[in-house]
């Protein structure tokens, strides 16, 4: 076999067969730690390359493409796919000199088929569960996770199971799991409590655990990195800036880079910032004291995708930090409000939890972090229509403690052709 499970603190490994999501010996987290040496001798960037724009299953999707890096092992008749990924790198000069660097830019996940990034995670880990022969996936979610799940499960004919909090949960989220058929119950608990529900029903239940805790989600991720750099010809950025809530992406980032690194894809590693809302930030206040002293708390922010208080992957996310000399940066929910604003105004748009990305930039500018000179892509996890509550509300006014500071409201006018005009040609009327 050409990948094993191996726990990222004790070393100890398992089969990939194995329905495992931590380390019976240790508790760690687990990663699909593949064969290196084979991998140098396979991979190159000629391999990946002659792939782009193919029709041929399965390198047609974005993850996929990647399969060597991914799960070179797997029967590609057992592949659960869209396809995904094949996300649009976006250069913007305006937001650029708006956060204060010469060269940004946006890698919008939001693109993929269900609206976020979880979909390259998806296909790694319903891929997996039809190599296991499961007939039941479930997760905690937030909103983007389930709306993900539902809808490979619903592909690939495994029933989805989804666990909600029953509040703050942004409708067009909830929705779409809904709509793809899966099992949706909402629990008087948070994400944090939802996630150890789910993992501690998985055994009795014969369920198979999809949330980041599952290695095989990761290892989708991470192709987010690699076709990121593909996009690029290959040359390195010097920043990837990336929201941080369970710290999936930031930990699959971390060890998708890692890898092109030592199998020579790239000749060095970009440095990784995670960016985390002040009201949900366990990350940056560890960070502050140098990892020595990790705190879950109760989260609160209006990016709900990324409201979570005691993330998974944590060491897994330190550990990319480790690995790229990265920093944690927190920006406050109207900063995000604010971001969001501005990236939707280009005509790409973005939830909320997104814009963590723009705004951390910002901050990171201005704390002579990032430097002018600086290359720097910031990673766009969610959809615009993911949260359209938040949307019109900012836009309006309408949100506590947030002041819309690029606000586009709505106008009302008779049903005249002067009426239309006044509007039109005149910028200073009170919205309606």
Request: hydrophobic share 40%; with cysteine.
């Amino acid at each position: 076999m050409l990948s094993v499970l191996e726990c990222m603190n004790c070393h100890h490994q398992y089969p990939v067969d194995q329905v495992i999501y931590t380390c019976s010996t240790c508790g760690g987290l687990l990663d699909l730690k593949h064969d290196m040496d084979w991998l140098r001798k396979t991979v190159t960037r000629e391999l990946f390359d002659s792939r782009l724009g193919t029709l041929d299953f399965p390198y047609n999707s974005g993850v996929w493409r990647y399969k060597e890096m991914i799960y070179p092992d797997v029967d590609p008749a057992l592949i659960v796919s869209r396809p995904e990924g094949n996300t649009n790198l976006y250069p913007s000069p305006r937001l650029s000199k708006w956060v204060g660097v010469e060269k940004l830019y946006l890698k919008h996940e939001g693109e993929n088929p269900t609206g976020s990034f979880k979909d390259r995670g998806m296909t790694g880990g319903l891929t997996q569960a039809q190599v296991l022969g499961m007939k039941k996936v479930a997760c905690a979610s937030t909103g983007n996770t389930s709306a993900s799940l539902a809808a490979y499960a619903a592909w690939s004919g495994i029933q989805g199971i989804v666990l909600f909090q029953n509040k703050q949960i942004a409708l067009g989220k909830l929705s779409q799991a809904v709509a793809y058929g899966a099992t949706c119950i909402r629990i008087a608990a948070d994400f944090d409590r939802n996630l150890e529900l789910v993992r501690e029903i998985s055994e009795k239940l014969g369920i198979y655990v999809l949330n980041s805790v599952n290695p095989f989600r990761l290892e989708g991720q991470k192709s987010i990195m690699i076709e990121t750099i593909q996009q690029l010809r290959w040359q390195v950025p010097d920043w990837i800036v990336v929201p941080g809530g369970n710290l999936g992406n930031s930990s699959a980032f971390g060890k998708g880079l890692r890898e092109m690194y030592e199998i020579g894809l790239i000749d060095r590693l970009p440095s990784l910032a995670i960016i985390q809302a002040e009201g949900a930030n366990p990350l940056y206040r560890a960070y502050q004291n140098g990892f020595t002293d990790y705190q879950p708390m109760e989260a609160d922010t209006i990016a709900t995708a990324i409201k979570i208080g005691n993330p998974v992957n944590y060491p897994k996310a330190v550990r990319a930090l480790q690995w790229t000399e990265g920093v944690v940066e927190q920006v406050t929910d109207q900063q995000i409000m604010d971001a969001k604003a501005l990236i939707d105004a280009q005509g790409i748009g973005c939830e909320p939890a997104s814009a963590c990305s723009l705004a951390g930039v910002k901050k990171l500018v201005e704390n002579g972090v990032i430097k002018p000179h600086e290359t720097v892509v910031g990673i766009l996890t969610g959809h615009v229509l993911k949260d359209p509550d938040a949307t019109i509300a900012y836009h309006e006014g309408l949100l506590d403690d947030i002041e819309s500071a690029f606000p586009n409201r709505v106008f009302a006018a008779k049903p005249t052709v002067e009426s239309l005009a006044e509007v039109i040609n005149d910028a200073n009327l009170t919205p309606a």
